[in-house]
């Protein structure tokens, strides 16, 4: 982290988050990180299940290839997460939901 960064210097990815919700406030509300870490990053996360971040992805147009997906915490969280470039910022959205319990079926003989 940069101690001379001032707020002025998260222009691009806040430029970036106000577009965002101009062009697509219809779209599911994400969690939103902005950081003088990466300052010219803009992270949206979804909490509630996949179906949002595939809206978003299909909305920024990340073809599904792109998408990177893990599983965490013991493997009850699937992870999906995708980093591409929205108008001047690198954007990383990241969606998170539950795996499915496995259904156990019987052997018939």
Same mark, same amino acid.
């Given at each position: 982290?940069?101690?001379? &960064? %001032?707020? @002025?210097?998260?222009?691009? =990815?806040?430029? !970036?988050?106000?577009? &965002? %919700?101009? @062009?697509?406030?219809?779209? =599911?509300?994400? !969690?939103?990180?902005?950081s003088p870490i990466y300052p010219d990053r803009l992270e949206l996360?979804?909490?509630s299940g996949l179906p949002g971040f595939e809206?978003?992805?299909?909305?920024?147009?990340?073809?599904p290839e792109d998408v990177n997906y893990h599983v965490q915490g013991d493997g009850r969280t699937?992870?999906?997460?995708?980093?591409?470039?929205y108008e001047g910022a690198e954007l990383e959205l990241v969606g998170y939901g539950?795996?499915?319990a496995p259904v156990l079926v019987e052997a018939t003989v």
């Open positions: 982290m940069n101690e001379r &960064l %001032a707020f @002025d210097d998260l222009a691009v =990815p806040l430029r !970036t988050l106000r577009l &965002l %919700a101009a @062009d697509f406030g219809h779209l =599911p509300a994400p !969690t939103v990180s902005v996360s979804l909490h809206a978003w992805r299909e909305a920024l147009g990340v073809a699937r992870v999906l997460r995708t980093i591409t470039t539950d795996v499915p």
